[in-house]
């Protein structure tokens, strides 16, 4: 039987936890290939007991990751899967109706279903947490490879949204919560100074405690208990810690901070 005409590729470093079930969930795309960033686990042992091909590729910013996975993938459609996203069933039988379809638009917004503490999480922002497409033509889409995270895409056609969502398991546990905001702050904070923004510790604190309240009051966040205070709790700090590093990098000569 002939394999669809889908690539996927997954970006991963040190993913050991996650990656086996990431893979396991598109065994049945025509291409799978890892870019990863010279894991030092057991990330590419995984890999390697799967029909997948790895391409090195050092950490600099998301954008550059992203864009390889384009430039190292060959067929004519692109699923974009991350180490800790898994392709539900549903989802796989929609894409593969998808890109049968000449009809079909040239990039898609992919639905997430994100789970927390034992629990699907359903406000908050969470649901349906849409990223850039992840499903796409090749040579419709490319990726700004200048930010550091948050990477910005080029559409070049028409955007649809898929109807079935794919799973997402962000945190494994909360001292893994409390190690992707710090990456993520430093790496955040480097935009900003990168775009010539400045802050201060009042601006910190009030955009914080905006993002708590958005979060948990105003998209419903409380709603999703222990894990909806969670989020809104790593909202304030990824915000505040983001601002206070921007604010550190005056007084830093080392800055910009090296990949995290």
């Given at each position: ?7 996927v590729y ?8 996650k ?11 025509g ?39 384009i ?19 549903e ?23 994100n ?6 999480v ?35 056609g ?22 992707k ?13 990168q ?18 309240f958005?979060v ?33 990098a ?10 995290a």
């Open positions: 039987m002939a394999r669809p005409p889908i690539s997954i970006l991963t470093r040190n993913e050991e936890h990656l086996e079930a990431a893979l396991e969930s598109v065994t049945w795309a291409e799978i290939v890892i870019i990863d960033s010279f894991s030092t686990d057991r990330t590419l042992e995984i890999a390697r007991r799967f029909d997948t091909r790895i391409v090195q590729v050092e950490f600099r910013r998301f954008g550059e990751l992203r864009q390889a996975g430039e190292h993938t060959t067929l004519p459609w692109i699923f974009s899967l991350d180490a800790d996203e898994r392709c539900t069933p989802a796989r039988d929609e894409i593969l109706r998808l890109v049968a379809d000449p009809n079909a638009a040239d990039a898609y917004l992919v639905p997430r279903r789970r927390m503490l034992g629990r699907n359903r406000h908050g922002g969470w649901y349906p947490d849409y990223r850039q497409p992840q499903l796409f033509r090749r040579g419709r889409m490319d990726y700004a490879t200048e930010d550091h995270v948050h990477e910005g895409y080029r559409l070049h028409r955007l649809g949204r898929m109807t079935n969502p794919i799973q997402q398991i962000p945190y494994r546990t909360i001292s893994e919560i409390i190690q905001m710090d990456r993520y702050t430093t790496l955040n904070a480097a935009n900003l100074r775009r010539g923004k400045t802050s201060s510790f009042p601006a910190a604190v009030l955009r914080g405690g905006w993002a708590f958005r948990y009051v105003i998209q419903l966040g409380f709603l999703d208990g222990s894990a909806g205070f969670i989020i809104a709790i790593l909202r304030f700090e990824n915000s505040f810690y983001k601002h206070m590093k921007c604010i550190e005056f007084f830093d000569s080392t800055w910009p901070p090296g990949s």
